[in-house]
């Protein structure tokens, strides 16, 4: 499995991430996201911050595509969007069968939420967890929709100490390599299992394409 928080074109401007400088043209951005993604062999990919027209380029995959639509809509701050869809969504791509359980934005957060998907038996979980005070509840919520055997796959905002610590002790996050970050100085992409057993994480190049660096990981359960 692996998640990746893709960066949204206008987070990515708002923000005045390096990225958006990186490549001016968001299409071109898109195009070599969803090649990047297509190329990954995973059986699961969970995917972060993915823009209407990444979406749109994704169900090309031929992978099986759940998608939840965040009630916020990013809007431009510093720069008009280059975007024809500016809708902000969590997606799980999905090799073989699958079945949505549930999707939920955050009560305290329109951006932030999270999408279960039953694969063959194992809750796979997609999220984005918000940063700062918010993120108690939310990962309160996040150990609900994850009975054992789950995974969650996803951007938590914190360190896995503190992410667990919310969780509860069931729950195992995936060991990185020492010295490993997934985005600039911080390590907050986490693969984190309940009832199952994760081995074999690494953090894969982003190629530039966003702030934050794919985390690959196998479950098994």
Do not use: C
């Amino acid at each position: 499995m692996v998640t990746w928080n893709v960066l949204h074109r206008i987070h990515a401007d708002n923000w005045g991430e390096e990225v958006a400088g990186s490549w001016p043209d968001e299409a071109k951005r898109v195009a070599a996201i969803a090649q990047r993604v297509g190329e990954l062999t995973e059986d699961v990919v969970a995917l972060q911050e993915v823009s209407g027209d990444l979406l749109a380029a994704l169900r090309e995959s031929g992978r099986t595509v759940h998608a939840m639509r965040y009630p916020r809509l990013p809007r431009p701050r510093v720069l008009e969007s280059q975007l024809a869809d500016n809708t902000e969504y969590l997606v799980l791509l999905v090799d073989g069968p699958s079945r949505e359980l549930d999707e939920e934005a955050f009560p305290t957060d329109g951006g932030k939420g999270a999408l279960a998907v039953d694969v063959q038996g194992l809750t796979v979980v997609a999220t984005h967890v918000s940063w700062g005070n918010k993120r108690e509840d939310q990962l309160a919520r996040l150990a609900q929709l994850a009975p054992s055997p789950a995974v969650l796959l996803g951007d938590f905002n914190a360190d896995a100490d503190t992410v667990l610590a919310s969780l509860g002790e069931s729950f195992r996050a995936a060991a990185l390599p020492a010295g490993v970050k997934t985005r600039g100085q911080q390590v907050i992409d986490h693969v984190i299992v309940h009832g199952a057993t994760v081995t074999d994480a690494e953090v894969l190049d982003a190629d530039g394409l966003s702030d934050h660096s794919p985390v690959r990981a196998v479950i098994s359960y």
